[in-house]
């Protein structure tokens, strides 16, 4: 074998794409943003809709509902206390979890449905993150002013005025935080009692750490943090992806119509080159909450929440021209456009393509429309997020609002009397799941011969006794079963317990075992 030297050894032209030289990291520091305000449409219904999700997070609390005198008359509250959930009419107790297990379901099939028709509304819309960073927008824009008197204040040496502005903005986003994490304890206790013990310093602990963690959380995500929470902390942007298709509505750069971008369109067309209606004034980068350049695509960072075509199309009004440079649109109608522009993908962008001799848009271009939304995928999402919610629905409606449960005891399974009888020991949980108090029935069917008898009480033995139940209120029972010896015929017998309002008709009924040695028979 002949042995080469190292200068006869070929080299290949390869790198490795995560080299030392190339890698990038996957954390990148902040980089400060100053979004311009802008206005709009779509501007306009994110103030609505930040005005009705902080209305309602911060005034159910306070919402009252009558449910009579044995039940707290706050509308909305997790009272963990006493292991409770009141919505409204509704009362749901530890062992109904699977109604806030199903409600969970259904925001996530929901948020599926949203995703896959309009893209990343939730997070654009109505995701806390979005909401309470445009509320800190707004205390910063009128303490600090606009975008250029940001960046002139942030680049400006630190001054009386400076340092003024900045106490100011950052006390009020404390405020905000203290108040978010207030309201967040108002659920779980009874709101007006509780405000007034976090402030005479009788509240309990938690509640005060509770307040702390959220005032921090808050100030810091949404005053400090920002868009890097939605880049780097939220998996969603990652999620996205497998939710969208071609049909899915999203927030796009039509570069169909708007490439090649010029400053100088009179210019560049005097000199017979094609022109878009992309003037290249950034006005899309400028308002963006994220910093990010629609132009370049869909992005991972992009929370899709419209104020780029607000911006653009206040530019495209001043020039006289159509709106929807930067639109809401399909993938499927974009592709068809840009087959258009580029005549079947032959050459570069062409807005003459899709323009007729008068300026006006070509037939041959694809628009939105509603239609092309409801497709098998948002029928089989929005199948289920129905089924779903009329599956709780009909189990709320139908669920009995009185239960039995039976425990056997386990030592001594049965006990021989002195007259020869055979005794079980059982414990029976009534449960009165109603905000009033109520007399149970308790009667024992089957189980030839046998009588019931309470310990403790002095109800006389027999196949039925009547118990008073507390409202909204477990009551547990210590019951013997006797059976006379000539009656038993078996090891084991079954029989049962019903239980009865004879108020409100309701019942239910638990089937036992009544346990003898083999002798008894």
Not at 493 to 521: G, H, I, L
Request: glycine content about 8%; charged content about 20%; some cysteine.
């Amino acid at each position: 074998m002949h042995v080469l030297d190292n200068t006869q050894v070929e080299r290949l032209e390869a790198e490795a794409v995560n080299s030392a030289k190339v890698r990038q990291p996957m954390y990148a520091a902040r980089k400060k943003i100053f979004p311009k305000r802008t206005t709009g449409s779509f501007r306009r219904f994110k103030w609505l809709v930040m005005a009705i999700t902080l209305g309602i997070y911060y005034l159910i609390p306070w919402l009252r509902w009558d449910r009579g005198p044995f039940a707290p008359d706050q509308a909305v509250l997790l009272d963990l206390a006493n292991r409770r959930f009141y919505f409204f009419f509704i009362e749901i107790w530890p062992q109904e979890f699977y109604y806030v297990a199903g409600l969970l379901i259904m925001a996530g099939v929901g948020l599926f449905l949203i995703t896959s028709t309009v893209g990343r509304a939730w997070c654009g819309y109505t995701c806390p993150q979005t909401v309470w960073v445009d509320l800190f927008l707004v205390v910063e824009r009128a303490i600090e002013g606009d975008r250029n008197a940001r960046m002139r204040l942030d680049a400006g040496p630190w001054t009386a005025r400076k340092l003024a502005l900045r106490v100011s903005k950052h006390a009020i986003w404390l405020v905000i935080g203290a108040a978010t994490g207030g309201a967040w304890v108002f659920y779980f206790a009874d709101a007006p009692t509780l405000v007034g013990e976090l402030f005479t310093g009788t509240a309990a602990p938690v509640a005060y750490i509770t307040v702390a963690v959220l005032t921090a959380t808050t100030y810091t995500f949404g005053g400090l943090m920002r868009e890097q929470v939605c880049t780097y902390m939220c998996p969603w942007p990652r999620i996205q992806a497998a939710m969208l298709d071609e049909n899915s509505l999203t927030v796009t750069y039509n570069d169909w119509r708007g490439e090649p971008r010029s400053r100088h369109a009179k210019k560049v067309q005097a000199a017979g080159q094609s022109v878009g209606d992309c003037v290249d004034c950034n006005a899309c980068v400028a308002v963006c909450p994220m910093g990010i350049d629609i132009r370049d695509g869909q992005q991972l960072e992009c929370i899709t929440c419209a104020l780029c075509i607000d911006a653009c199309d206040g530019v495209m009004d001043k020039l006289g021209r159509e709106r929807g440079l930067i639109s809401y649109a399909t993938l499927s109608d974009y592709n068809a456009n840009m087959m258009l522009a580029t005549a079947g993908g032959s050459s570069s962008v062409n807005p003459s393509l899709v323009r007729t001799a008068d300026g006006l848009f070509s037939d041959k271009v694809a628009h939105f429309h509603i239609r092309k939304i409801f497709r098998p995928r948002t029928y089989v999402y929005m199948g289920m997020w129905s089924l779903i919610g009329l599956g709780l629905l009909y189990s709320l409606l139908t669920r009995d609002r009185l239960e039995v449960n039976v425990l056997h005891d386990r030592n001594p399974q049965f006990v021989t009397l002195s007259d020869g009888s055979i005794r079980n020991g059982y414990t029976v949980k009534l449960l009165n799941m109603i905000p009033e108090p109520r007399t149970i029935v308790v009667t024992m069917q089957g189980l030839q011969g046998g009588e019931m008898s309470v310990v403790g009480d002095d109800v006389k033995a027999g196949r039925s006794f009547a118990i008073p139940v507390e409202p909204d209120r477990l009551k547990m029972l210590k019951v013997f079963v006797r059976q006379p010896a000539d009656q038993i015929h078996g090891a084991a017998q079954t029989f049962t317990f019903r239980v009865e309002d004879k108020s409100s008709f309701e019942a239910d009924e638990y089937t036992a075992t009544f346990n003898a040695p083999e002798t008894a028979r």
